[in-house]
């Protein structure tokens, strides 16, 4: 029978569970490392399947973006409304391979699988070798590092940075190893330069430490290492801060309407992998902390370590939430964070399951076998669109965007030379959306009196390309910046097409995949 560990006073040995006599016949740097080797070969080869897959305008955006000298991305920044870290290293990443889809969504893959090796060390630090293995195959074959790990934006580094903070946060102010709090700040800073659910990190972060302070016998010095981890951090990010502060006055439009009380479905779906796995998962997790919640157990480590893991995901999804119903910012891709809270649960519940922990594992991993599933092949069709119309276009052509903030991808994979614009009016730099008071210029742009000077610039024989958005029984259209998105597209379109000096001359694409995120048609005009 395990014994219970010492109290939160004294200097704590985490449970293990006994590893099989075979295993410990050999150096743990050779079975773990070899192990670690195979899943994360396995891993690559899974998530790279689609590596090749096109882009959509968020990809697009932050490839145009990263492609301009990095002494111009904190500008253009300003008006993008994100922090800026990502954005640096994929820009050095641009300069050593280039910034086709393959080599950008390979920056993202990387930091897929370290993941791999970040979630042993937390698992197997924290709650013991077994723990580690299974946190290592969870990460490996997690669905959501497996998805994003083909798409070129922040998600991979968030998750990889959720797990470096979630881990040294254990170590730091559960076991008051405080040279962890070194590395906790360094992460929380890092993820506030990455995304901005940094922030809900960070305040889910000091609600767990409630749990930790009602267990703790040096309740001030916890307070201290809090604010000395937490001040550090924001210390860190106050060179960003200005740019912050104007960004959350000026930035972004209401693109999604507020959540509702369906967030443990996107939890399960879209997170965790579906219900089987969750299902799964849980009964294990309960199977194997459940002693953790009983008398015998209080004011131990693994109790207090159990409610702090419980209290900062989920602390940190409910401040999202309440966020969202102002500003919209609830959204499955962005739940990275808070991915290593929950899967280290996981791995602890069921390293201490037994048989059934390691069913759980075996059919997490099982159940995302078929990667087509969950990761879509086709997340627009504008790839399609610009290579049907590339060769009909020429320098100095105009492309007129139904979606603004499509434009990005439209100069992503149309011809160069082209001139570009969208129901907001003509664009001067088509690498990036500019997102200040986004809505309020689209409800003035007039369409009549916004396209009536693009036509004037167009000579006979000129063409005109414009590229609308189907939103035909497409989910999330429903907010006010979708609304209006769509209703201007509409104009725009009946505009141009009974417009006497304009020819329709080709449409695209011919063949329709069916993009899972924004998908496209396009007619292409002549003037007469």
């Known amino acids: 029978m395990a014994t219970v560990t010492a109290p939160v006073r004294g200097v704590p040995r985490v449970l293990d569970v006994r590893e099989p006599g075979w295993l410990e016949r050999y150096p743990r740097w050779v079975t773990d490392g070899a192990f670690l080797v195979v899943i994360t070969a396995l891993s690559a080869y899974v998530r790279s399947r689609y590596i090749s897959g096109q882009f959509w305008m968020d990809e697009a955006i932050t490839t145009g973006i990263a492609s301009h000298p990095l002494s111009a991305i904190p500008g253009l920044l300003r008006h993008d409304g994100s922090p800026p870290l990502f954005y640096v290293l994929l820009h050095f990443w641009i300069r050593l391979f280039g910034a086709s889809e393959t080599a950008t969504h390979a920056l993202s893959l990387v930091f897929g699988l370290l993941t791999i090796p970040a979630g042993y060390w937390a698992g197997s630090s924290l709650f013991g070798r077994r723990a580690g293995l299974m946190a290592a195959v969870l990460f490996a074959f997690s669905p959501f590092l497996t998805q994003y790990a083909g798409e070129t934006r922040m998600y991979e580094l968030m998750g990889l940075l959720g797990i470096l903070a979630t881990g040294s946060y254990i170590h730091g102010f559960v076991f008051r190893r405080r040279k962890y709090l070194i590395m906790f700040s360094l992460a929380q800073a890092a993820m506030l330069y990455t995304h901005a659910w940094g922030f809900f990190f960070a305040i889910g972060a000091v609600i767990g430490l409630i749990p930790i302070w009602f267990t703790s016998d040096d309740r001030r010095g916890l307070i201290r290492d809090a604010v000395l981890a937490f001040g550090g951090a924001g210390i860190l990010f106050l060179p960003w801060l200005p740019n912050f502060i104007y960004q959350a006055g000026h930035t972004g439009a209401p693109w999604a309407p507020p959540p509702r009380f369906g967030a443990p479905v996107l939890l399960s779906r879209d997170l965790i992998g579906g219900d089987r796995i969750t299902i799964g998962l849980l009964i294990a997790l309960v199977i194997g902390l459940a002693p953790f919640v009983t008398r015998r157990y209080r004011r131990t480590h693994e109790a207090t370590m159990l ?24 959204v499955s891709r962005y739940f990275s964070p808070v991915l290593a809270g929950i899967l280290l649960l996981a791995a602890w519940g069921c390293a201490r399951a037994g048989i059934v922990g390691i069913v759980a594992i075996a059919l997490s991993v099982v159940f995302v076998a078929h990667v087509s599933s969950y990761t879509p092949q086709y997340k627009s069709d504008m790839r399609d669109v610009g290579g049907e119309m590339a060769p009909l276009m020429h320098p100095g052509d105009l492309v007129i965007s139904g979606q603004p903030e499509q434009v990005p991808l439209m100069w992503y994979y149309l011809p160069n030379g082209l001139r570009y614009a969208s129901t907001l009016g003509a664009v001067q730099d088509p690498t990036y959306m500019n997102w200040v008071f986004a809505l309020r210029r689209l409800q003035h742009a007039n369409p009549q009196t916004t396209l009536a000077p693009l036509l004037a610039s167009l000579r006979p024989g000129q063409r005109l390309l414009f590229v ?46 069916g993009a899972c995120c924004v998908a496209d048609s396009a007619v292409l005009y002549q003037v007469t």
């Open 307 to 330: 409610w702090a893991l419980i209290a900062l995901p989920f602390a940190t999804l409910l401040v999202a939430w309440l966020a969202s119903q102002i500003t919209p910012a609830f």
């Open 468 to 513: 609308r958005p189907l939103t035909e029984g497409a989910k999330n259209w429903q907010a006010s910046w979708t609304q209006l998105v769509r209703r201007r597209s509409a104009q725009w379109g009946y505009l141009l097409s009974t417009d006497p000096h304009l020819k329709p001359i080709a449409l695209a694409p011919h063949t329709y995949r």
